[in-house]
C-alpha cells in the first residue's frame, strides 16, 4: 500500500529555534496533505491541509506564521515550526490520501518535538 | 462534520472478538464511516471504511446499522497486539463539508488482556 515518511521520528530543540518536519509520500504523488498536531493523552488535531503549489490552509486558531507550510512538489510537504516554545512540544503527524483506492488515507509516524 | 459518539475504554480478552461500537446519528447521506487504529506514539492506521453495506477485509469487519446512525467494528480474534485507541469517524468522500479532511475526536482505548 501506498507509504507516508516522516522525518525526523524526534527532535529536541532550543526555545526560539526553527524546526523543520519532512512529510514525503514514497510511491505515489500527493497534491494535498494534511498535518496534524496531538498532545499527550488527546486526540489528534488538524492543524492544516497543505496543497501542492499553492498557499497551505490552516485550521481555526493556528497560527500561520509560526506553523510553516510548504509543499513545492508532489511528494514532499514540509511543516517548520518557528521560534519554538516549550508549549509547541507535541507529536506532529501528515497524512495523505492512499490512491490505491477505497478513500482512506495513510499516515507518517509521526515526530515528536521537544522543545526546552 | 456528523460528529461521533464512542466509549472511552473497553477490554477484550485475547483470541475473542472485540466489537467497538460507534454512534453517528447525524451523518449525512454521502459521508462514509472511517475507522482508523493509533498504537501508541505511532500514527494512525486505517482499518476498514464503508457507506452503508456490511464491509470486510483482512483485519476487519464493519457493520453499520440500516439507519446508518451507528456501527460496530469487529476484531474476530483480538491479539494482544490490537491494543491501541481505535477512531470513528465519517467524511465524505466528494464534495460536502467533510471532505478531504479527517477529524477525530477522542476515541476508543482497546485494552487486549491474555
Known amino acids: 500500500g501506498a507509504v507516508v515518511s516522516q522525518h525526523p521520528s524526534w527532535v529536541i530543540c532550543k526555545s526560539g529555534t526553527s524546526v523543520k518536519i519532512e512529510c514525503r509520500s514514497l510511491d505515489f504523488q500527493a497534491t494535498t496533505m494534511f498535518w496534524y498536531r496531538q498532545f499527550p493523552k488527546q486526540s489528534l488535531m488538524l492543524m492544516a491541509t497543505s496543497n501542492e503549489g499553492s498557499k497551505a490552509t490552516y485550521e481555526q486558531g493556528v497560527e500561520k506564521d509560526k506553523f510553516l507550510i510548504n509543499h513545492a512538489s508532489l511528494t514532499l510537504s514540509t511543516l517548520t515550526v518557528t521560534s519554538a516554545h516549550p508549549e509547541d512540544s507535541s507529536f506532529y503527524i501528515c497524512?495523505?490520501?492512499?490512491?490505491?483506492?477505497?478513500?482512506?488515507?495513510?499516515f507518517g509516524s509521526g515526530t515528536r518535538l521537544t522543545v526546552v | 462534520d456528523a460528529k461521533t459518539t464512542q466509549p472511552t475504554s473497553m477490554d477484550c480478552a485475547e483470541g475473542r472478538a472485540a466489537n467497538l461500537p460507534c454512534n453517528h446519528s447525524?451523518?449525512?447521506?454521502?459521508?462514509?464511516v472511517y475507522w482508523y487504529r493509533q498504537i501508541h506514539s505511532q500514527g494512525p492506521q486505517y482499518i476498514i471504511h464503508g457507506l452503508k453495506n456490511n464491509e470486510t477485509n483482512e483485519m476487519a469487519s464493519l457493520i453499520i446499522t440500516e439507519d446508518r446512525k451507528s456501527s460496530t467494528l469487529i476484531l474476530p480474534h483480538a491479539t494482544l497486539r490490537d491494543t491501541a485507541v481505535y477512531y470513528c469517524?465519517?467524511?465524505?468522500?466528494?464534495?460536502?463539508?467533510?471532505?478531504?479532511?479527517?477529524?477525530f475526536g477522542q476515541g476508543t482505548i482497546l485494552t487486549v488482556h491474555p
Open positions: 469517524i465519517v467524511r465524505a468522500n466528494a464534495g460536502g463539508t467533510s471532505y478531504g479532511k479527517l477529524t
Open positions: 497524512s495523505a490520501r492512499d490512491p490505491t483506492g477505497g478513500g482512506g488515507y495513510t
Open positions: 447525524t451523518i449525512s447521506g454521502n459521508e462514509y
